[in-house]
């Protein structure tokens, strides 16, 4: 089973810095991609960055120059770097990522449960 645990939220002031990771375990043999995505409190899922490879990325107009994605390939692990948190940064920050359980498999998607960064002075 593909298991993804992200670690990094807390509480912090608006003009701070946090790092997200998450790590992917279990039966891996590929990750084709992955995805950070946020849920503020009462609100849907949105988009926040994905990467694809080691240097394709996007990310959401509301943290681009703010946040950066990234990933170490050969460990299973991604990051998001935050800077200059906003109040309406605050959500839970759950972790994406396709993934192929063998070279006969097609890539699913797998969810992480969330770390929640909660910005406020």
């Known amino acids: 089973q593909v298991h993804l645990m992200e670690s990094g939220g807390g509480l912090v002031q608006p003009g701070d810095s946090l790092r997200l990771s998450c790590v992917v375990s279990?039966?891996?043999?590929?990750?084709?991609?992955m995805g950070w995505y946020r849920q503020p409190p009462g609100k849907g899922r949105e988009l926040v960055a994905t990467?694809?490879?080691?240097?394709?990325?996007t990310y959401a107009g509301s943290v681009k120059g703010r946040f950066t994605i990234s990933r170490d390939i050969a460990n299973n692990t991604m990051y998001l770097q935050m800077n200059s948190l906003k109040p309406e940064d605050t959500a839970v920050y759950i972790c994406n990522a396709a993934v192929r359980v063998s070279s006969a498999s097609y890539a699913i998607d797998y969810w992480g449960k969330g770390t929640l960064v909660t910005v406020s002075s």
């Open positions: 279990g039966s891996i043999f590929s990750i084709n991609a």
């Open positions: 990467i694809a490879g080691s240097r394709t990325t």
